[in-house]
């Protein structure tokens, strides 16, 4: 069965640093998204993504994030200069459509 | 904007009993997701529900959607350890494709 994959699966990084979390999305899928999820808080929309280029985003998507999809299987999320509050698990997402979103394993981010 | 309410927060049960999770929005719902996870993992997808009335099974579990579309439940029938972990639902926000959460509703079996 086809599935959203993520990597790394855990990323430690010093504040400030820049990181890339990296998703493969389904293959036939056409909408692409990143959430998070604080330690027991609730998983929050970042961006959604379509047609190469962003459809959506919510205030947290600020201009420290950038999302890209750099060939025709990868979908990337970038930190540019993490802070503390950015320690979260991180879930890719993918949907075709039916616009059920299929999410990744997530890749749990610290910033130490 | 708008909020979901799960209830309850917590539960534990013993296995083979049967249990509801309710999920209670402040607006009306267009397309409500059920996800399931497990503990430090990802979202599985369970089940969508979008019609007013609807009501979808697989294997052991149920989720129905109200005729008035604010409100869906989640049985599970006849408990088992795999069905502990955090259940979650989600709806489409206001615009586009960008789902909502509810805090979830953490699920333990007990043997």
């Known amino acids: 069965e086809p599935e959203v994959t993520q990597t790394p699966s855990h990323q430690v990084t010093q504040m400030g640093q820049e990181v890339i979390l990296r998703c493969v999305p389904i293959s036939n899928h056409l909408y692409f998204y990143w959430y998070r999820q604080i330690l027991g808080q609730k998983v929050e929309f970042l961006v959604s993504f379509y047609n190469n280029e962003i459809s959506e985003k919510s205030e947290i998507f600020d201009d420290q994030f950038s999302v890209e999809r750099p060939d025709g299987s990868n979908f990337t999320l970038k930190i540019r200069s993490t802070k503390l509050e950015d320690s979260a698990m991180y879930f890719c997402?993918?949907?075709?459509?039916?616009?059920?979103?299929?999410f990744g394993p997530g890749t749990r981010l610290l910033v130490l | 904007s708008q909020e979901l309410e799960q209830s309850p927060q917590s539960l534990i049960v013993q296995e083979g009993k049967n249990l509801t999770i309710n999920c209670t929005s402040s607006?009306?719902?267009?397309?409500l997701y059920w996800y399931k996870q497990k503990y430090g993992e990802g979202l599985i997808f369970l089940m969508m529900?979008?019609?007013?009335?609807e009501e979808k099974s697989h294997e052991k579990i149920t989720a129905k959607l109200d005729e008035k579309k604010q409100q869906s439940s989640l049985h599970i029938t006849a408990s088992q350890p795999s069905h502990a972990g955090i259940y979650l639902c989600?709806?489409?926000?206001?615009?586009?494709?960008?789902?909502?959460f509810g805090k979830g509703t953490s699920l333990l079996v007990t043997p």
């Open positions: 997402a993918s949907s075709g459509g039916d616009e059920t979103q299929y």
């Open positions: 529900l979008q019609k007013g009335g």
């Open positions: 607006k009306t719902l267009y397309g």
């Open positions: 989600g709806a489409d926000g206001d615009s586009g494709y960008a789902l909502n």
